[in-house]
């Protein structure tokens, strides 16, 4: 059992699985906020446009009390929509990043790093040590 609980912990405290999960949060706080919205502020100027329509009121009686809510579902298209044209363009935003990244690194513009006092001193002995070897 302990080497059950053990494998456990090395497979949860890996970091995919740590950024699946903080990526599941976002992923539906942004849901949340895109839903609010289509609901409350995109449909409601569309229905207005297609003639005082409200989306939610669109359903097909099945008889009885089966209703077919297709009006709902036209929100949840407008929904996946906007989540995927956000996240198409996040991507786009960080791919454009990584290509000037590349282009300056390959043409030796990019910024090179400062050396810390540490490594200054350290190369200097190298280099000393490197003359009395001659």
Avoid: C, H
């Avoid at 100027?45 to 099945?62: A, E, M, Q, V, Y």
């Amino acid at each position: 059992m302990k080497g059950f609980l053990a494998e456990f912990k090395a497979f949860a405290l890996r970091g995919n699985v740590l950024d699946l999960a903080v990526g599941v949060v976002i992923g539906t706080a942004f849901s949340a906020i895109t839903n609010s919205l289509v609901t409350n502020i995109i449909t409601p100027p569309l229905g207005l446009l297609l003639g005082r329509i409200d989306f939610k009121d669109w359903s097909l009686n099945l008889g009885g009390n089966v209703n077919v809510q297709y009006g709902l579902f036209i929100q949840s298209v407008l929904d996946f929509v906007i989540i995927a044209l956000a996240l198409f363009l996040v991507i786009r935003f960080i791919n454009r990043l990584e290509r000037v990244a590349r282009k300056e690194q390959a043409e030796g513009t990019a910024p090179q790093a400062q050396k810390s006092a540490e490594v200054i001193v350290l190369e200097e002995i190298r280099d000393s040590l490197k003359n009395q070897n001659v």
